[in-house]
């Protein structure tokens, strides 16, 4: 007696003539669902946490700064995120750019330049022109959606690099940070930091695990979003120049790998400055002026290179009650303070972990650019967010303590967030 044998028919992506690629898209997708999913969970928990406590907190605030239309005014409260640069950015969307070195009539202060659109750098606005394009969503949308998608990519980045020296435990608290950290408002608003956030981190790790071609590609790309990328470029070349002589050479973090060769490396180096450069270039000479963006810079904005003297003023009035410096904003630079006083101590337990050159040297350079650059002072805790090496020492010390813990701290962090981290900097001050 025969046994009958009871089969489940063969599903579509079973079926030997299915084609191989529809077999194996599921359990990919299902497996970067599992290694991503909680990286992207955490971020996006924390962070809408604190946006929803900035949105309440400007809901409550009225109509302090809706007033000005050109610097974040409108008819919702949330226009604000999109204020100063995001304005700025919307119009080279639409318009493109008009490099000029124009003086102001009879100015005699600080100001002596009419400010122009040259001075924002154009792979942010350039993504914002394509989304919109694309979706049919207004630039403020578009703009909206290209940074809290790199947000998501800047965690993922941030949670790959961390994960090398620390396991994925210590790479999801890592992201965790990334969400809370002084200046994150920014990240979900009409600013680049996002953006170059995800190049630099997801750079960083191209480094370390040697793909070099997909790290000067995009450094390169890095290059277009922000002049501090200038940090990452020095950063890559020190490593490839180490990597070099070392030939393979073990290290802490690089416990396996092919030995090195020359050519990538260096080409990564040469491929690298192309697009800060490249569009620095094009500026001067469409200026007409060899130095015509730093000049713009300095006159229109009062931003300059002046080995530190502003930042020294802040730190030694501040701590004695005195706001009587450039640019005083007394809110956002307490926190500034705070910010530029706790790097230096980070940098110190980092570099203790023996980490690869490349995330001491971006760091460092980044670190010193800010420092020694007059600027609204109260917004450097939005310049130094894209400093997401200094997340590796908290998040290995984070990552000893229990889940409800974990949980405790970065929640309670994640709704003060929304008041530091964003309504300071958008509601107070000029982020």
Request: proline share 7%.
């Amino acid at each position: 007696m025969s046994t009958l044998q009871l089969r489940r028919p063969p599903s579509g992506l079973d079926h030997p003539e299915a084609p191989r690629g529809s077999r194996e898209l599921w359990p990919r997708l299902r497996a970067a669902a599992v290694r991503h999913g909680p990286v992207l969970l955490t971020y996006g928990v924390l962070k809408l946490a604190g946006f929803a406590v900035f949105m309440y907190l400007l809901d409550s605030a009225g109509d302090f700064r809706k007033k000005n239309p050109r610097f974040g005014g409108g008819e919702h409260a949330w226009d604000v995120l999109a204020s100063w640069d995001g304005w700025w950015y919307q119009q080279i969307a639409q318009h493109g750019y008009d490099p000029a070195l124009q003086p102001v009539p009879g100015a005699t202060g600080l100001i002596t330049l009419e400010g122009n659109s040259a001075a924002f750098f154009p792979l942010y606005p350039t993504l914002m022109r394509l989304v919109s394009e694309c979706t049919g969503l207004g630039l403020y949308g578009a703009g909206m959606t290209v940074s809290v998608i790199a947000s998501f990519a800047a965690a993922l980045g941030i949670h790959a690099v961390t994960t090398r020296p620390g396991g994925p435990r210590a790479g999801l608290v890592a992201a965790g940070l990334w969400a809370v950290w002084p200046g994150s408002g920014t990240e979900w608003s009409g600013y680049s930091e996002s953006l170059y956030t995800a190049l630099a981190a997801w750079s960083c790790h191209a480094v370390m695990t040697r793909r070099w071609l997909t790290a000067g590609l995009l450094t390169c790309a890095a290059g277009l979003c922000r002049p501090t990328a200038v940090a990452l470029v020095a950063a890559l070349a020190v490593a490839a120049v180490l990597t070099l002589r070392r030939r393979g050479k073990k290290g802490a973090w690089h416990p396996d790998g092919p030995r090195p060769g020359v050519r990538r490396p260096l080409a990564a180096v040469a491929i690298a400055p192309l697009g800060l450069f490249g569009y620095l270039a094009w500026v001067n000479y469409r200026m007409g002026d060899v130095n015509g963006y730093s000049k713009l810079q300095d006159g229109a904005w009062a931003h300059k290179f002046d080995w530190g003297v502003h930042t020294f003023n802040v730190l030694t009035s501040i701590p004695v009650g005195h706001f009587d410096y450039l640019f005083a904003m007394p809110f956002e630079d307490v926190i500034g303070v705070c910010v530029v006083l706790m790097v230096p101590v980070l940098t110190v337990l980092l570099i203790r972990l023996r980490p690869p050159a490349v995330l001491v040297v971006y760091t460092v350079l980044s670190y010193l650019m800010v420092m020694t650059t007059q600027q609204y002072f109260g917004n450097v805790s939005r310049y130094l967010l894209p400093l997401f090496p200094l997340f590796v020492p908290l998040a290995l010390a984070m990552r000893r303590l229990r889940w409800p813990s974990l949980a405790a701290v970065l929640g309670t962090a994640a709704l003060a967030s929304g008041s530091y981290a964003g309504y300071v900097l958008f509601e107070l001050g000029v982020p």
